[in-house]
């Protein structure tokens, strides 16, 4: 059992900067692909970034590319997602979850955390 807690977001004005983090509890955490997904008002939830167990692989969605980076830290069981040169678009609740493998599909994903509010303001 894996549980997931995010935290970092807030308000930031366009092209400003912030790092989510991602704690989690349960000795396998460094087993999991840890993925980032968010979700705006009346849409659907969608990938962001995904990272592999060891961080050796990381994948982003194509409109984050370039703005977005993904990290692990495995001894403190923490992923961590640097978001820069945030856009209003960006405005969303961002979740972040675990599971077997990399993977842009959240139906992949077995943990889930409760989601952080990040508001980018134009």
């Known amino acids: 059992q894996v549980q997931l807690v995010e935290s970092g977001g807030g308000l930031v004005q366009a092209g400003g900067s912030l790092r989510l983090s991602c704690a989690a509890s349960?000795?396998?955490?460094?087993?999991?692909?840890v993925g980032w997904f968010r979700q705006a008002p009346g849409k659907e939830r969608e990938f962001v970034a995904t990272i592999g167990w060891n961080g050796a692989s990381t994948y982003f969605r194509d409109s984050v590319k370039g703005r977005f980076t993904i990290s692990r830290d495995n001894r403190n069981n923490t992923v961590y997602l640097q978001m820069n040169s945030l856009k209003p678009e960006d405005t969303a609740v961002y979740y972040c979850?675990?599971?077997?493998?990399?993977?842009?599909?959240?139906?992949?994903?077995?943990?889930w955390g409760q989601g952080t509010q990040v508001t980018v303001s134009s």
């Open positions: 349960g000795r396998t955490f460094s087993t999991y692909a």
């Open positions: 979850a675990a599971g077997q493998t990399t993977s842009r599909v959240r139906t992949r994903y077995d943990y």
